[in-house]
C-alpha cells in the first residue's frame, strides 16, 4: 500500500501512526507540531519524510489529528481549505461529542470528508521517544461516522489504516462513545490517581504484587491532557463517579456494622456481574 499521510502532532499516538505507516506501507508521512524541534527530530529519526504544510496537506490521502480536543478543532477549522477534498481527515482524540460536532461542521462546511475515531491504544508514557509501530496491533478502534447510512465508509476507512494493523472496528455515536469511555477508560484513571494518594502508599514496598500494579498501572498519566478530557467528559464522569460512591458506600455500612453476611453479598454480586460481562 503505497498512501499519502499527514500526522499532526508527534506525540506519543501521532508518532506511533506514523512509524506504522513508515514500517508497514511505502507510505509517503509528513508530520507536523506546535514545537518545531520535535518535527525536525521526527525527520531525522525517518519517523516522517517532511514537515506537513499548507502545500502538501493537499495531498494527502489521509490526515491523523492527534492533539487535544480544542486543539485539534482550531487546527481543523484553521487549516479547513488546505485538506484533499478527495482524502479523509480523522482525529485521535480520547472524547468524541465536542470534536465531531465542531469537526462535522467544518468539513461540511469547507467540502472535505471528516470520520471521528478513538484508537483504543497507549501506554503510561507520553512524547515521541516512547512511540511505537506496533503500538496499535490488534487493538480496537472506535470510528464515529457522520452518517449511518454510508455502507462503504467503514471499508474505506478500515483501508487507510490497514499500515496500522488494528484488530477491530466498531461504530458508535459520540454520545455513546462518550459515555462508556467514561466507565471503560477515564474512571480507571481518576480512581487509579486517587488510590495512589492514599498515605500507604509510602510504605507499600515489600507488601505489593499484582492487585496493587494493576490498580496503580494508569496513575501515572499526563495530568493536562486528561484534565481537559476530563472537563470535555464530565457529564458522565460524574454520573460514574457517584454511582461508585454508592457501591463503595454500601461496603463501609456493611464494616463498620461487622455485617459477615451483607459483605459477601456484596462481593459475591461484583463477582457474578464480572463473569456476566467478560467471562470466567
Request: aromatic letters at 10%; proline letters at 3%.
Amino acid at each position: 500500500m503505497s498512501l499519502t499521510v499527514g500526522v499532526v502532532g508527534l506525540g506519543l499516538i501521532g508518532a506511533s501512526f506514523a512509524k506504522a505507516y513508515k514500517e508497514n506501507s511505502d507510505s509517503v508521512v509528513y508530520g507536523w507540531n506546535r514545537t518545531r524541534s520535535i518535527t525536525q527530530m521526527a525527520q531525522m529519526q525517518g519517523i516522517i519524510d517532511d514537515e506537513l504544510t499548507d502545500e502538501n496537506l493537499g495531498k494527502c490521502d489521509l490526515v491523523i489529528l492527534s492533539l487535544y480536543p480544542e486543539a485539534t478543532v482550531e487546527w481543523m477549522r484553521t487549516h479547513k481549505d488546505h485538506f484533499n477534498k478527495e482524502g479523509m481527515v480523522i482525529d485521535a482524540c480520547g472524547t468524541k461529542r465536542y470534536v465531531c460536532e465542531q469537526g462535522f461542521k467544518i468539513a461540511k462546511e469547507a467540502g472535505f470528508l471528516f470520520v471521528g475515531c478513538h484508537p483504543m491504544a497507549g501506554t503510561k508514557f507520553s512524547g515521541m521517544a516512547h512511540a511505537k509501530g506496533d503500538m496499535y496491533v490488534g487493538a480496537p478502534m472506535v470510528v464515529v461516522p457522520p452518517v449511518f447510512d454510508d455502507m462503504f465508509l467503514l471499508d474505506r476507512v478500515k483501508e487507510l489504516l490497514a499500515p496500522c494493523r488494528f484488530g477491530s472496528f466498531h461504530l458508535s455515536h459520540a454520545d455513546e462513545h462518550d459515555k462508556m469511555i467514561a466507565f471503560t477508560s477515564q474512571m480507571a484513571h481518576l480512581v487509579s490517581n486517587a488510590y495512589i494518594k492514599s498515605p500507604s502508599s509510602r510504605n507499600h514496598k515489600g507488601f505489593s504484587a499484582g492487585s496493587y500494579k494493576d490498580m496503580t498501572r494508569v496513575a501515572w498519566l499526563n495530568p493536562t491532557m486528561w484534565t481537559q478530557l476530563f472537563l470535555e467528559n464530565k457529564d458522565n464522569l460524574i454520573f460514574e463517579i457517584d454511582h461508585l460512591t454508592e457501591e463503595l458506600a454500601k461496603y463501609r455500612k456493611a464494616l463498620v456494622e461487622d455485617d459477615f453476611d451483607g459483605l459477601r453479598d456484596l462481593l459475591d454480586e461484583g463477582r457474578q456481574i464480572k463473569e456476566e460481562v467478560d467471562g470466567i
